[in-house]
């Protein structure tokens, strides 16, 4: 029996378009994949130009029973470009959206990442997300844009993204469930703050809570790791020099199987992030049996029980820190059986790709 072919378009192969992207191919064999991606560098180039840089690839000359998109790729330049993809039908995928990034003050003031972003949205069938708080995000970001445009705009269209999406995560990888004690040393225990080293993920906010619990005079090992880049964020610089003797691990682990060790050693897993749309890393490590503590924002409440997230204060970080200091120490003074939280099931691989293999089927049967 012939496959189904599905075209699979990831037009900035980031570390987490590149896993959900694998998951899928290696998941659902009895699909022909046929995969195009292009390297997660020159941002404004590649969302702009992706269309322009795959226009004479021969692949996109075929046809295809169904096209999965992230939401870097520019559908409705890539189906004009190949009017005979037009009528194909076309799920795109939203790891992220480009109305809910935070300013970083080093961005080029422009809407065109925005307007890609929602003409992709309007040229795809159907919209996938990876959280609710990604999908409001982005509706409310297309109805803020819409109220800072003059005239001639279509009625309803937020609404009408809404009524076409559904939510479905980026798996974790069942390997990576791990059932084991609760919170093996209370009197120091092992924190792992485990995000991309950039300002988006709020180091000087992880700092600022290192700081009170310092003050507090509570004990702690640090794991402090992740991707990093030529340019990082002074504070991670700042933690190395105060809390030198609290470090197990700084910087990037490249072995996969050493950082998936640390998962099943931490203690508690912390965000103090401004900007995450999923949590992959908060989700693997809980997965792995560490305790969430995340701001109650973001998707973080989607999976996080609510009194494990503390007081989100975007515009006060001293006030943040304070909530995240008194949280953890409170959680600390806990029993065992109160700490527990539910390890993260629906987000599992296994239950998730029988789920992408339906909406798959779906639009397949259009």
Request: glycine fraction near 2%.
């Amino acid at each position: 029996m012939k496959k189904p072919r599905i075209l699979l378009l990831s037009a900035y192969d980031a570390a987490s378009h590149q896993r959900w992207r694998e998951q899928l191919v290696n998941g659902l064999p009895e699909f022909d994949w046929h995969v195009m991606r292009l390297p997660p560098r020159y941002f404004s180039w590649r969302i702009r130009g992706n269309a322009l840089s795959w226009l004479n690839e021969s692949t996109l000359q075929h046809s295809f029973d169904l096209i999965l998109a992230t939401s870097m790729t520019d559908l409705a330049s890539l189906k004009g470009f190949h009017p005979h993809l037009a009528t194909t039908p076309t799920l795109l995928y939203l790891h992220e959206n480009q109305f809910a990034f935070p300013e970083s003050g080093k961005q080029f003031n422009s809407y065109e990442p925005q307007m890609i972003n929602l003409y992709s949205a309007i040229a795809a069938d159907y919209l996938l997300f990876n959280s609710e708080w990604n999908r409001q995000s982005f509706i409310l970001g297309v109805t803020n844009l819409f109220k800072k445009l003059p005239d001639a705009l279509p009625k309803e269209l937020p609404e009408k993204l809404r009524n076409k999406s559904t939510i479905i995560p980026v798996p974790i990888e069942d390997h990576l469930f791990t059932k084991r004690p609760v919170m093996a040393n209370k009197q120091c225990p092992h924190l792992l703050w485990n995000h991309r080293w950039e300002y988006d993920k709020g180091p000087d906010r992880l700092l600022a809570l290192l700081a009170q619990l310092k003050t507090a005079k509570q004990d702690f090992r640090l794991s402090l790791v992740g991707e990093q880049f030529r340019q990082q964020p002074d504070a991670f610089i700042q933690i190395k020099q105060h809390f030198a003797n609290h470090l197990v691990n700084y910087g990037y682990i490249d072995q996969l199987e050493h950082y998936h060790k640390l998962l099943r050693q931490a203690d508690i897993v912390i965000s103090t992030a401004m900007h995450d749309f999923q949590g992959l890393s908060m989700l693997e490590a809980m997965a792995s049996g560490c305790l969430a503590l995340a701001p109650n924002r973001l998707a973080y409440p989607e999976y996080i029980p609510v009194h494990h997230c503390y007081q989100s204060f975007p515009d006060d970080m001293r006030a943040e820190a304070s909530a995240a200091s008194a949280l953890l120490l409170s959680l600390l003074n806990q029993d065992n059986d109160t700490l527990r939280q539910p390890p993260p099931e629906a987000w599992r691989l296994s239950k998730l790709l029988q789920r992408y293999r339906d909406i798959f089927h779906l639009w397949l049967n259009h």
